[in-house]
């Protein structure tokens, strides 16, 4: 088979498509500043001339990127580090970006104010411009041409337009700058992810979202994400304090106890979805019942916390309630995994699911009634009190740095500590000789076997270890919650974190990473807390994604690098080449 190159025109043919996008952007960017629509009752005041308000601030920043991107091929000096990777690909992403928020924008306007007549010129002007900018920016040339055995249609055509090359070797710099760039951008990347936490309203988070789904791509193919991960890898010790210190900053950033609820929630559902990505990303076993895990820490923290709810009438201090939380999980792992793990598959995924289920029912029925006096049935255990350590009382807000702590702030840096203890065990477990068991049971439990490894154990041990893990987060969030109901452990529901979101965050995530869950943990916690006028389509909606995810990105928003070869061709040959015959070397098929 013969493969040619074709020479990667420019989708559409527009003569100065450079200067044509820089100023289609720069007319965006200048309508921010005039009023977009005559009255206030849209949420963002978008009245204002001369100050950006709202949506005017998040297509400002949209198409300012695509303006400082597009400069920059120019060789404009001082601006060529904005692009070491492709030079043409991020401008059209970012002007996607700045097309999507500013017609989203002026969509809903019309629609919550009865009407494009409630549009201002400014309006209009942003939406020419943002429509200039994107058909100028398909003029641009591909940064990369097409290799095909056929000629590209339309469609491949503009999906190669978002291709670019690896950035070539940096410039070395000073040890000082590299680590002064790392601190830089984990700063804002915390300022990035506290402003969606603190979105006010949907309208300005769906624009958020918007930008950022456009936004972090561009990034990505010009290459600056990839200079800042070969920094992190060169300092990895920094980059991880670095990483851990922006998120303890975070209750520093709040004056109220009402973002910093969410970003708790997400701390909780995170590290949990982080212990199920052991048993699924790293052993391949697929758990359905996972959140039944994270129940039995909850109860069993909850039985022990003091409340007058409790059958036992004993209080432990907290740091006998994670250990009680977490044996009793990891005895019901070994339970549970000891029987079923010879199962695989499918059929594993349907007992897991069973015992998820048998769960939520037996906890229900140990009311007295239907059974012994212990959970309180559907009414669960309710005024759990908050943690007292040592003498610091979780519940009551505490002056920290000259920075006034509320609860949930106490309660969003207890879970910041469990979650550095699950990412450190996930991180050494999995590069240890039981990790490399795992993965190899992964790939093939048949071949693991033949070469010695006890699949059994193996698969036993990542179990009750997810389990263990699940166990300690529980403990938490039930002095969390203040109160453990049955319903708050399905297989799948309209609240988080439960079975389905918790496999969906993993799946999303990038399976057998650590940040991979964490970033798909987020956005599918914060998705629905902030837009909770989709409450009744929220299953459809990640279904959908997960569909669109499965065809286009296999490996998860987050890969390691086996994913990547496992799920992408590249390039190389699935036998040997007739021209390598009679030679002592051949080429291997990606990821053997």
Not at 242 to 257: E, G, K, L, R, S
Not at 306 to 313: D, I, L, V
Not at 380 to 404: A, K, W
């Amino acid at each position: 088979m013969t493969t040619k190159t074709n020479q990667a025109t420019p989708v559409l043919a527009i003569p100065a498509a450079r200067a044509i996008t820089a100023a289609g952007a720069a007319l965006t960017l200048a309508s921010t500043f005039l009023a977009w629509t005559w009255t206030a009752e849209f949420p963002g005041d978008l009245t204002v001339t001369g100050y950006p308000g709202g949506l005017q601030v998040l297509t400002l920043v949209a198409a300012a990127i695509t303006l400082l991107f597009t400069l920059s091929g120019y060789g404009i000096k001082g601006l060529g580090w904005l692009t070491p990777g492709g030079t043409n690909s991020p401008v059209r992403l970012a002007a996607l970006g700045v097309l999507g928020t500013m017609g989203f924008t002026f969509a809903a306007i019309a629609i919550e104010l009865g009407g494009i007549v409630n549009l201002e010129p400014g309006a209009w002007i942003g939406l020419v411009g943002a429509l200039i900018t994107v058909a100028a920016s398909l003029g641009l040339p591909h940064d990369q041409d097409i290799t095909d055995t056929t000629t590209p249609t339309p469609l491949e055509r503009f999906l190669n337009s978002l291709r670019a090359p690896a950035p070539g070797r940096p410039k070395e710099l000073p040890s000082w700058a590299e680590i002064l760039i790392i601190v830089a951008a984990f700063g804002i990347g915390l300022y990035v992810v506290t402003y969606g936490i603190d979105t006010e309203y949907p309208e300005l988070f769906v624009g958020y979202l918007i930008i950022s789904g456009f936004a972090v791509p561009a990034l990505f193919k010009a290459g600056l994400m990839a200079r800042l991960s070969a920094l992190t890898t060169k300092y990895r010790t920094i980059a991880v304090a670095a990483a851990f210190v922006a998120a303890a900053a975070f209750p520093f950033t709040q004056t109220t106890d009402q973002f910093t609820l969410i970003a708790v929630n997400i701390l909780i559902f995170a590290t949990v979805a982080l212990g199920l990505n052991i048993v699924v990303g790293l052993a391949g076993l697929l758990d359905l019942g996972y959140v039944a895990f994270l129940g039995v820490g909850a109860y069993t923290a909850a039985l022990v916390s003091g409340t007058t709810a409790s059958a036992f009438g004993v209080q432990f201090p907290f740091w006998a309630s994670v250990l009680t939380g977490a044996a009793v999980s990891l005895i019901f792992g070994v339970v549970i995994g000891a029987p079923t793990l010879r199962l695989r598959g499918d059929y594993l995924a349907i007992v897991t699911l069973g015992f998820g289920e048998i769960f939520r029912i037996a906890v229900g029925n140990l009311d007295g009634v239907s059974g012994p006096q212990i959970t309180n049935g559907p009414n669960g255990v309710p005024n759990i009190p908050d943690l007292n350590f040592f003498g610091y009382n979780f519940g009551e807000s505490h002056t920290v740095l000259g920075f006034e702590l509320g609860s949930y702030a106490n309660y969003y840096l207890l879970m910041l500590l469990a979650m550095i203890l699950v990412v450190l065990v996930f991180s050494r477990a999995g590069s240890s000789r039981i990790g490399r068991a795992w993965v190899a049971i992964r790939e093939d439990e048949t071949a693991a076997t033949a070469m010695g490894i006890n699949g059994f154990r193996v698969k036993l041990i990542a179990f009750a270890l997810g389990a263990t893990l699940a166990g300690i987060a529980g403990t938490v969030q039930a002095h969390v919650q203040s109160t453990v109901v049955p319903e708050m452990y399905v297989f799948a529901g309209p609240v988080p974190p439960n079975s389905a979101f918790l496999l969906a965050a993993v799946i999303l995530g990038g399976m057998g990473t650590i940040s991979g869950p964490l970033i798909g943990a987020t956005l599918l916690y914060m998705i629905p807390a902030k837009l909770q006028f989709l409450q009744d389509y929220q299953l459809l909606g990640f279904g959908l994604a997960l569909i669109l995810l499965m065809r286009f990105r296999p490996e998860g928003l987050i890969a390691n690098r086996r994913a990547k070869l496992e799920y992408h061709e590249t390039g190389q040959l699935d036998a040997p080449d007739e021209s390598l015959a009679g030679t002592t070397s051949g080429t291997t098929k990606a990821g053997a």
